[in-house]
T-cell receptor
């Protein structure tokens, strides 16, 4: 089965609002990485976390390895935030398991 | 300047033909990876390498071979391309085995007819 369960699968936000994306893990993970895939298909690094919380502008991510989840918070959403967001978690040192993504649409 | 580049960016291949996808990184990273992405899904690991002249199988290696002739270059080879291998292929590099951020190339869109 899938080791990374990502939710929601799709999300619509009005500009200026915010929400949280979540990844649950079915096995212990040592780190997680979050990406945005833009309309051209490029994968943009957002965060890499081995623990705790990181923040960058309007984005904040938390990784709780004990409770097996990670979240990505988006605040004050802008049109350019539209895209698909993926989390990828690593159980060991040589592999990442990707979630199926959250498709985010920001509405003017 | 892009640190992970892939070529070609898109390709149409015939069933049973041989396809080689190339990846080049200027990050001075030891680890390189090949993933495939199918429409509406996340990425799945095909092969990876942590040193030149050595490759390892990922989660879905069947039907694919990999080659790492140098630290900078990593190729994915489809000896007998099949319809099911139509996908977007991404190459990535990282400084250490999973204990570091992965940096992705722009992807190669492969269509097998």
């Amino acid at each position: 089965g899938d080791q990374v369960e990502q939710s929601p699968s799709a999300l619509s936000l009005h500009e200026g609002t915010g929400s949280a994306l979540r990844c649950n893990f079915t096995t212990t993970m040592r780190a997680v990485q979050w990406f945005q895939q833009n309309s051209r298909g490029s994968l943009i690094n957002l965060f890499y976390l081995a623990s705790g919380t990181k923040e960058n502008g309007r984005l904040k991510s938390t990784f709780n390895s004990k409770e097996s989840y990670s979240t990505l918070h988006i605040r004050d959403a802008q049109l350019e935030d539209s895209g698909t967001y993926f989390c990828a978690a690593e159980p060991g040192y040589q592999n990442f398991y990707f979630g199926k993504g959250t498709s985010l649409t920001v509405i003017p | 300047e892009a640190a992970v580049t892939q070529s070609p960016r898109s390709k149409v291949a015939v069933t049973g033909g041989k396809v080689t996808l190339s990846c080049h990184q200027t990050n001075n990273h030891d680890y390189m990876y090949w993933y495939r992405q199918d429409t509406g899904h996340g990425l799945r690991l095909i092969h990876y390498s942590y040193v030149a002249d050595s490759t390892e199988k990922g989660d879905i290696p069947d039907g694919y071979k990999a080659s790492r002739p140098s630290q900078e270059n990593f190729s994915l080879i489809l000896e007998l391309a099949s319809l099911s291998q139509t996908a977007v292929y991404f190459c990535a590099s990282s400084g250490t085995g999973g204990a570091d951020t992965q940096y992705f190339g722009p992807g190669t869109r492969l269509l097998v007819l």
